[in-house]
C-alpha cells in the first residue's frame, strides 16, 4: 500500500525471512562465519541460538543462497513439536524420501541409503533443524544417532540447530553428552545495538529504493530501539506500521512524536478490554471471618426487623376488620 506513495519496489519491513534483505551486523556476521566454519568442517554440529526474532531463520536462507548446491544438498525442518520417530519421519520428508507406513528400523536404513547415495556423488547432505528447543531429548538423541553414518574417510551428514536460548538447558543435559562431544561449534546471536538498528533500518530502505523519502530523525531512530531493543522482527513490525501512518496521514518526516504514537496503537491493539483485564489481573480474595460474621449479624437484624413490622401490619389488619361497620362495607366490596 505504502510503496507505492513513496516510490519503494517493495515492501522494505516484511516479516517473512528474506535472504535479500540480509544485514551483516557484528552478530549476524560472527553467526554466518560459525555457520560457514562449520561448511568447511564438513560434520558434527552447529548450534546457533537467539531469542524470537534475532534472525536466526534469515542467517540460514542466506546461508543457502551461497551454498554450492552440487556439491551440498540442504534440507531444513522447522516442525519440531514431534515425537523421537516423527522426527525421523520429518528428515526423511525434508530430504524427499517416502517415510509413510515404515517401520523405524527401515526408516534408517533408507536415510542411510540416501546418504550413502550422496557421498557417491560427491555431494554432502546438511540438515537444518530450527525452533530446536521444542525438540524433546528422545528427538535430539535420534538426530545425534544419524550422525553415525559415517564412511571410513566422511561424516554422511552434518546438522545445523537453531533455537532460542533455552534449547541451551536441553544441551546441558545429563543424557545430552554424546552430543556435546560432536558440536564443533557454538554461538548465541544477541540484538542489535543502537547504531546497528539505524543502518539496519536504513539498509532495508535502501534494498527498495530508498531516496530519503521518508526522512527519520535520530530522536525516531532512537524511540525505535527503545521500543525493540535491537530485535529486527520487532523492528520490521514497527517500521512497517510507521510507514503504513505516514502514506494514511502523508507524512515525509518522522520523529520520536510519531514513532510513540504508532507504539501506542500497537500496544493497545494487544491490551485486554477493562472488564476481561480485572478478571484476570485481580485475584479472588475470600472474605475475612470476621467481616462474614458481621454481614451475617446485620442480615439476620434486618430480617428481624422485617418479621416485627410484618407482624405489626398483620395486628393492624385484624383490629381493623374486627371492627363491625367494617366487616360490612368489606363485605360488600367483595
Known amino acids: 500500500m505504502y510503496e507505492s506513495f513513496y516510490g519503494f519496489s517493495?515492501?522494505?519491513f516484511q516479516l517473512k525471512p528474506d535472504p535479500n534483505?540480509?544485514?551483516g551486523s557484528k552478530g549476524h556476521k560472527r553467526a554466518m562465519a560459525y555457520l560457514e566454519y562449520g561448511l568447511a568442517q564438513g560434520e558434527g554440529f552447529i548450534v546457533i541460538t537467539g531469542d524470537v526474532g534475532a534472525g536466526k531463520t534469515t542467517l540460514v536462507r542466506n546461508l543457502f543462497r551461497k551454498l554450492q548446491t552440487e556439491k551440498i544438498l540442504a534440507a531444513q525442518l522447522v516442525s519440531t513439536h514431534l515425537g523421537s520417530e516423527d522426527t525421523l519421519r520429518m528428515v526423511a520428508a525434508a530430504f524427499g524420501l517416502p517415510y509413510e507406513d515404515v517401520s523405524k528400523a527401515a526408516l534408517l536404513t533408507r536415510l542411510e541409503e540416501f546418504l550413502r547415495l550422496c557421498d557417491r556423488q560427491g555431494k554432502r547432505a546438511l540438515l537444518v533443524v530450527d525452533e530446536a528447543q521444542n525438540l524433546a531429548p528422545r528427538a535430539?538423541?535420534?538426530?545425534r544417532m544419524l550422525s553415525n553414518f559415517q564412511?571410513?574417510?566422511?561424516?554422511?551428514?552434518?546438522?545445523?540447530?537453531?533455537?532460542?536460548?533455552?534449547?541451551?538447558?536441553?544441551?546441558?543435559g545429563s543424557e545430552m553428552e554424546q552430543l556435546r562431544q560432536r558440536v564443533i561449534a557454538t554461538y548465541h546471536l544477541g540484538p542489535m545495538d543502537?547504531?546497528?538498528t539505524r543502518s539496519y533500518i536504513e539498509h532495508r530502505l535502501n534494498t527498495v529504493g530508498w531516496r530519503g523519502d521518508?526522512?527519520?530523525?535520530?530522536?525516531?531512530f532512537a524511540a525505535?530501539?527503545?521500543?525493540?531493543?535491537?530485535?529486527?522482527?520487532?523492528?520490521?513490525?514497527?517500521?512497517?506500521?510507521?510507514?503504513?501512518?505516514?502514506?494514511?496521514?502523508e507524512l515525509h518526516d518522522f520523529g520520536s512524536s510519531e514513532v510513540s504514537e504508532v507504539i501506542r496503537d500497537i500496544q493497545q491493539e494487544f491490551d485486554l478490554p477493562a472488564s476481561e483485564a480485572d478478571a484476570q489481573t485481580t485475584p479472588a480474595t475470600l472474605p475475612d471471618k470476621a467481616d462474614t460474621r458481621a454481614s451475617l449479624e446485620n442480615m439476620d437484624q434486618r430480617l428481624a426487623k422485617m418479621e416485627n413490622s410484618v407482624i405489626s401490619v398483620l395486628d393492624l389488619l385484624k383490629q381493623i376488620l374486627s371492627l363491625p361497620r367494617v366487616n360490612k362495607e368489606f363485605l360488600k366490596r367483595r
Open 10 to 12: 517493495a515492501k522494505p
Open 21 to 23: 534483505f540480509f544485514f
Open 140 to 143: 535430539v538423541e535420534e538426530l
Open 151 to 172: 564412511t571410513a574417510d566422511n561424516s554422511l551428514l552434518q546438522t545445523y540447530l537453531l533455537g532460542q536460548p533455552e534449547f541451551r538447558k536441553t544441551l546441558n
Open 194 to 196: 543502537a547504531s546497528e
Open 214 to 220: 521518508p526522512s527519520f530523525g535520530e530522536d525516531a
Open 224 to 249: 525505535v530501539y527503545d521500543y525493540t531493543d535491537g530485535i529486527p522482527r520487532k523492528i520490521n513490525t514497527l517500521c512497517d506500521r510507521l510507514l503504513l501512518m505516514g502514506c494514511l496521514e
